[in-house]
């Protein structure tokens, strides 16, 4: 059975966890929204497709794909699933429960956004990702959220998960990861977003993506590899390379050429079975 995990829209591109229950905690279900969209909450996320975009970065070329199944990823990549299985322990058994958000509203409209921001990226996928029709309705539901977070972000600041619950904080920053428009506003949230981190209520994926994506955004290198094009198959430029998987290491992060894995296995999966062996 897939669940929507409060932890997916953290993890951007690892559409590996679309596929993986999350230690139980007391969150509210998402009901309709997981019967309509049982793999919607990417980052991704992202949630989601963060970590993907075109050559050139233009607007609408995020990449989001379908469901693979757990089995396959386990057979493709069976080391960087055993590997993540046991770093997500990790973070789980240190990440604060929370019982109820204190603003349950706030916490619908932000998956409302988040919902209507993946409806219409998989509507540009299922299109080939070029149509012009397509494309300006991801421009458009992304400048009409940019409104909104903004009010949001004005009065709260980084909703956090004792107010909107864990999935309404991913649903946040899946939308402030998705405002390429104004990197200086993404930006202006990273000290927040951070603290987040810090405070073991975000996941070492979900803030390196963030890191990595205002870094690309500001013209800078990114630092922990989360951020391709491409497909997956070419990383854009990452500060100091050959220290990479120390800095992955050093966050809780799998090694990079087992990230590789699970995006080449995700985003094109023919390909990489052609390209690479099992790791």
């Known amino acids: 059975m897939i669940v929507a995990s409060t932890s997916i829209l953290e993890r951007g591109p690892c559409f590996y966890f679309m596929t993986r229950r999350e230690p139980a905690q007391a969150e509210f279900p998402l009901k309709k929204m997981t019967k309509k969209w049982p793999v919607i909450f990417v980052l991704a996320l992202s949630l989601a497709a963060t970590a993907?975009?075109?050559?050139?970065?233009?607007?609408?070329?995020?990449?989001?794909?379908?469901?693979?199944?757990?089995n396959s990823m386990e057979t493709r990549c069976p080391t960087a699933v055993a590997d993540e299985k046991r770093l997500d322990m990790r973070f789980y058994?240190?990440?604060?429960?929370?019982?109820?958000?204190?603003?349950?509203?706030?916490?619908v409209a932000l998956l409302r956004m988040a919902r209507e921001d993946q409806n219409v990226r998989f509507s540009l996928i299922k299109h080939g990702n070029s149509d012009p029709k397509y494309r300006r309705a991801v421009m458009t539901v992304d400048a009409e959220n940019l409104q909104y977070l903004r009010k949001i972000f004005k009065k709260y600041g980084v909703p956090t998960p004792k107010m909107v619950g864990y999935n309404g904080m991913g649903a946040a920053l899946l939308l402030l990861q998705h405002q390429d428009q104004d990197p200086r506003w993404q930006r202006q949230w990273l000290g927040a977003v951070t603290q987040l981190y810090k405070r073991h209520e975000l996941s070492p994926e979900g803030y390196a993506l963030f890191v990595d994506r205002v870094r690309v955004n500001e013209g800078r290198k990114q630092i922990y590899g989360s951020q391709f094009f491409n497909g997956g198959f070419t990383m854009k430029p990452t500060i100091h390379p050959?220290?990479?998987?120390?800095?992955?290491?050093?966050?809780?992060?799998?090694?990079?050429?087992?990230?590789?894995?699970?995006?080449?296995?995700?985003?094109?999966?023919?390909?990489?079975?052609?390209?690479?062996?099992?790791?």
Do not use: W
């Open 52 to 70: 993907f975009t075109s050559a050139d970065g233009a607007p609408g070329q995020s990449s989001t794909v379908p469901f693979v199944p757990l």
């Open 242 to 279: 050959a220290h990479l998987d120390e800095r992955r290491k050093a966050l809780g992060l799998i090694p990079e050429r087992e990230y590789e894995c699970i995006l080449k296995t995700m985003y094109n999966p023919k390909q990489a079975r052609a390209h690479h062996r099992p790791l």
């Open 93 to 107: 058994s240190k990440r604060p429960a929370v019982k109820a958000p204190t603003d349950p509203s706030l916490r």
